[in-house]
């Protein structure tokens, strides 16, 4: 499936742009639906567009009332330890805004082992989405092609009939939780968030088809597709 790249200068305007992306497409869904459901991507790439999101003028161009936070994946840890993608987004973002307590769905991750979680997970989306897809899933790529916790030669790659699974990750010596690609695809809009030149080589063989079948080459996102990427990332 391919995505509309969007190719920003260096690191600082890739930020803007995402984040005037995701305030664009906030304002929309909330505008046309009364509500704004996002799942946040993890890692480390997102978190300046985070920040930026909690700082003037972008912080009350949204109604943060009407949004509902998600998580793409989330690393089976107590949401105060380092490696949680919740600590990151909180820190960054959800303790700078408006947002109602009972809006920001973490990974239960403190109520049990990974299937569970995984099970509880799924379970919230249904709730919460009642039937509607997401509006936004905000999605970094590893330097392996995956996305979320959607890692290559996993059997995670193959779950079609749950929202929400588990996997044992060998290369992190961890568990993770993620959202699989039937939930992802559904979005009414997927962005996939590049920088830095470490992404270059991933990216490179990915865009020159050098290589096939990777995790985020296995995206089909029913709705809107975009890459955000700085130059550095992509390799100019
Ligand atoms: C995670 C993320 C993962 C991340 C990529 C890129 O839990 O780690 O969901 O998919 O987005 O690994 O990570 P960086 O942004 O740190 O390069």
Redesign the pocket.
Known sequence: MKAEQKVMPDAESLIEAATEQFVASARSAIAKRGVFHVAL??????KGLYQKLATSPYVEQIDWSRVHLFF????CVLPTHEDS?FKMAREAMIDHIAIPQENVHRMPTEEGVAPEVAIRYSRTLADTLDGAPLDLVL?????DG?????FPDTEALDVTDRMVTSLYVDKFDSW?A?MTYPTINAARQVIV?I??E??APIVKDITTNAVEGLPVQRLAPQGEYYWYMDKAAAGQ
């Open positions: 991507a993890g890692g480390s790439t997102p793409g994946d989330e690393r993608n999605l970094g790529l590893g330097p995956h996305i979320a916790s959607l993770r993620t968030f920088g830095g470490a992404k």
